[in-house]
């Protein structure tokens, strides 16, 4: 069985950073593209950004260079820093990832940004 575990999230303040992290466990053959997307109340989940295998990343038009998304294959793990939080990147962040060439979503971590 497969699992994602994101952790990292909080609450700070704006201007703030959250490093968010998420393990991939289980019996793993292979780990494709992975990636972060989010969902705040009342609105679509919506990608953060992805990174290939190979490190070729993404990241959705809002993030404007605040954000940076990387992985260690080693640990299975994909990461994502993100510097000058604002109020409105507050939402549950959700990581996935093609792993044994099924896609899996973790269970989310809460990042809220106060103003």
């Known amino acids: 069985q497969v699992q994602l575990v994101e952790s990292g999230g909080g609450l700070v303040q704006t201007g703030e950073s959250l490093r968010l992290s998420c393990v991939a466990s289980?019996?793993?053959?292979?780990?494709?593209?992975m990636g972060w997307y989010r969902q705040a109340p009342g609105k679509q989940r919506e990608l953060v950004a992805s990174?290939?295998?190979?490190?070729?990343?993404n990241y959705g038009d809002f993030v404007r260079g605040r954000f940076t998304i990387s992985r260690d294959n080693a640990k299975n793990t994909v990461y994502l820093q993100m510097d000058s939080l604002k109020p409105e990147d507050t939402a549950a962040y959700y990581c996935?990832?093609?792993?044994?060439?099924?896609?899996?979503w973790g269970q989310g971590t809460q990042v809220t940004v106060s103003s």
């Open positions: 996935n990832g093609f792993v044994n060439r099924n896609l899996y």
């Open positions: 289980g019996s793993i053959f292979s780990i494709g593209p």
């Open positions: 990174i290939t295998s190979g490190g070729g990343t």
